[in-house]
T-cell receptor, first 114, second 116 residues
Framework: GENVEQHPSTLSVQEGDSAVIKCTYS??????FPWYKQELGKRPQLIID?????GEKKDQRIAVTLNKTAKHFSLHITETQPEDSAVYFC?????????????FGQGTRLTINP | NAGVTQTPKFRILKIGQSMTLQCTQD?????MYWYRQDPGMGLKLIYY???????DKGEVPNGYNVSRSTTEDFPLRLELAAPSQTSVYFC???????????????FGSGTQLSVL
């Protein structure tokens, strides 16, 4: 089955700097790669996603890149702000009859220092 | 719209007890999911459903059962609770692959379960 590895487990950056979180996956059949943000005690929320037929996607300060050959994808946050502090999860998977069958990474705790 | 509603928010069980975690969504989503999140870890898929009457196993189904009698409801049953089932449980729903604005998973607020 699919296995997703996420690095680093913790990341601390100065406000205004960029943050990069990396994930690798094992199953070449995976074709959908979402990123979720989870604040302490809250539910996960989708921040950006990418499909396997796209190499890069950007939404304001957030971007995701995908390298299918190497089986890795990354989240880039630019101009970080204190409200970006949270745990970020990558996931990889496929759609089964329309449902998302996802495997999540272990998470990265991002801290933005003022 | 309330979105995805889970009950209860907290529960303590004794080993061997049974319980049902309730989940309901009012977005008319076809697809529903149950995840568990152990402390400091990512989410693991327990079961999912593609529509009323259709369920299938995820990554970690052992010790759990589900049913989907209506589009709105997707309860998760723990039959013989074990300490290894101590976790936070999230129910989620999605509109499906072909609904452009509803690709994302909508999560409930979670149920914190402790088995002692």
């Amino acid at each position: 089955g699919e296995n997703v590895e996420q690095h680093p487990s913790t990341l601390s950056v100065q406000e205004g700097d960029s943050a990069v979180i990396k994930c690798t996956y094992s199953d070449s059949a995976s074709n959908y790669f979402p990123w979720y943000k989870q604040e302490l005690g809250k539910r996960p929320q989708l921040i950006i996603d990418i499909r396997s037929n796209v190499g890069e996607k950007k939404d304001q300060r957030i971007a995701v890149t995908l390298n299918k050959t190497a089986k890795h994808f990354s989240l880039h946050i630019t101009e970080t702000q204190p409200e970006d502090s949270a745990v970020y999860f990558c996931a990889a998977g496929v759609h089964v009859q329309g449902a998302q069958k996802l495997v999540f990474g272990q998470g990265t705790r991002l801290t933005i220092n003022p | 719209n309330a979105g995805v509603t889970q009950t209860p928010k907290f529960r303590i069980l004794k080993i061997g007890q049974s319980m049902t975690l309730q989940c309901t969504q009012d977005m008319n989503h076809n697809y529903m999911y149950w995840y568990r999140q152990d402390p400091g870890m990512g989410l693991k898929l327990i079961y999912y459903s593609v529509g009323a009457g259709i369920t299938d196993k995820g990554e970690v189904p052992n010790g759990y059962n589900v049913s989907r009698s209506t589009t709105e409801d997707f309860p998760l049953r723990l039959e013989l609770a074990a300490p290894s089932q101590t976790s936070v449980y999230f129910c989620a729903s999605s509109g499906g692959q072909w609904v452009a604005t509803n690709e994302k998973l909508f999560f409930g607020s979670g149920t914190q379960l402790s088995v002692l």
